[in-house]
């Protein structure tokens, strides 16, 4: 995917097997095919037949490909527009998208409500009007550089920030980044936490256990 460029406009040409398309680049367009992948019900050939219906706005060009050839263009897509090889090569947006694997850092779902009051915090920007027409490349830089401040900035520094260990005078401190960090996690992030305080719960009843038997 082109980058950010000050000498070139953002459009959506794509040159294919000797074919020019038009590509559908808004960023509500994308941020639909991202959430088509991520349905559990539908097969990988139907999300990439699907991709390509949702990208290519000029789609009779390829009336006369079969299902093997848009398979193809689907896979050429997201890895020259969208920095994703599906092949199962290196994919360097998933790679930025997370910390790691295990500690997702934000969720285009989960945080739409707080990344369509940050873009109109920093840049007076509604999402919603832009719908169509703010191109992927420029909503995804000004979405990388949005301010500590808003408030998709505030949820991810307490996603992110480390509970610093307790002493003598940082109670309240570890408390309210604590409660912080409750208030911002993600679904995925609070159903690990559970499952670890499930744990350590059972870990401690299992020990209780153990030494009463040895006190009898």
Not at 22 to 31: E, G, R
Not at 43 to 61: F, H, N, P, R, S
Not at 91 to 101: L, R, T
Not at 111 to 123: K, R
Request: charged letters at 30%.
């Amino acid at each position: 995917m082109m980058g950010v460029s000050l000498t070139h406009r953002f459009d959506g040409d794509y040159e294919w097997g000797g074919l020019k398309l038009t590509l559908d680049m808004s960023f509500d367009n994308i941020l639909l095919v991202y959430e088509m992948l991520e349905d559990r019900y539908l097969g990988t050939i139907d999300k990439l037949l699907l991709a390509v219906e949702l990208l290519v706005l000029d789609d009779e060009e390829l009336s006369d490909y079969g299902d093997q050839e848009l398979i193809q263009l689907a896979l050429d897509l997201f890895r020259d527009c969208l920095d994703r090889d599906l092949r199962g090569g290196e994919d360097k947006e998933a790679e930025s998208d997370e910390n790691s694997i295990n500690t997702p850092v934000y969720d285009w779902n989960e945080d739409a409500e707080l990344i369509y009051a940050s873009f109109l915090f920093d840049y007076n920007i509604d999402l919603y009007e832009a719908q169509g027409s703010l191109h992927w490349s420029r909503f995804l830089a000004l979405f990388k550089n949005l301010s500590d401040k808003s408030p998709f900035g505030i949820a991810v520094h307490y996603r992110t920030c480390d509970v610093p260990k307790p002493d003598s005078h940082n109670k309240e401190e570890r408390d309210h980044i604590l409660k912080m960090k409750r208030k911002h996690a993600l679904k995925s992030e609070k159903a690990m936490q559970a499952q670890a305080e499930a744990a350590h719960q059972h870990a401690l009843a299992f020990a209780a256990s153990i030494a009463n038997q040895k006190g009898r």
